[in-house]
């Protein structure tokens, strides 16, 4: 169980492309990540916490914001929060923290439920590798 509580996402791989303080980075099992970098290399990882990504069935429409469909794996019910594991179609998994009390909630996701993960551009921390 401390494997599945208190990580960071970690969402590595090349930059395609960078306009002006944002850079696109092709993350295998992702795809295209858009992150903020004040400077961008070759290769770059996004550090991204669990909590800065919203979990839902339908991402939030008309936003800028990064968009990975998926299905929940695991999750684990911690009182205040429960933490989502998410695969995706490509096989990445990524960690969803979600306020278990957060107004307008509906419904807690299960196991084998098809969700889509967002974040903004500026959600993550950039690391030039």
């Not at 092709?26 to 990504?53: C, F, N």
């Not at 839902?56 to 800028?64: H, I, L, N, S």
């Not at 911690?78 to 933490?83: A, K, L, Q």
Request: charge should be negative; hydrophobic fraction near 45%; aromatic fraction near 6%.
């Amino acid at each position: 169980m401390a494997d599945f509580i208190g990580h960071c996402n970690l969402l590595s791989g090349p930059v395609e492309r960078r306009v002006g303080d944002i850079a696109t980075l092709d993350v295998p099992g992702v795809g295209q990540v858009r992150t903020a970098a004040a400077a961008a290399s070759a290769r770059g990882t996004v550090a991204l916490r669990p909590e800065k990504i919203r979990i839902g069935a339908t991402a939030p429409e008309g936003t800028p914001d990064n968009h990975v469909r998926g299905r929940v794996a695991d999750l684990l019910y911690m009182g205040d929060v429960t933490v989502y594991r998410v695969e995706t179609a490509g096989g990445a998994r990524l960690e969803a923290l979600l306020a278990n009390s957060q107004s307008g909630r509906a419904k807690f996701f299960e196991v084998g439920d098809a969700v889509e993960l967002s974040w903004a551009v500026d959600a993550g921390h950039y690391i030039p590798e």
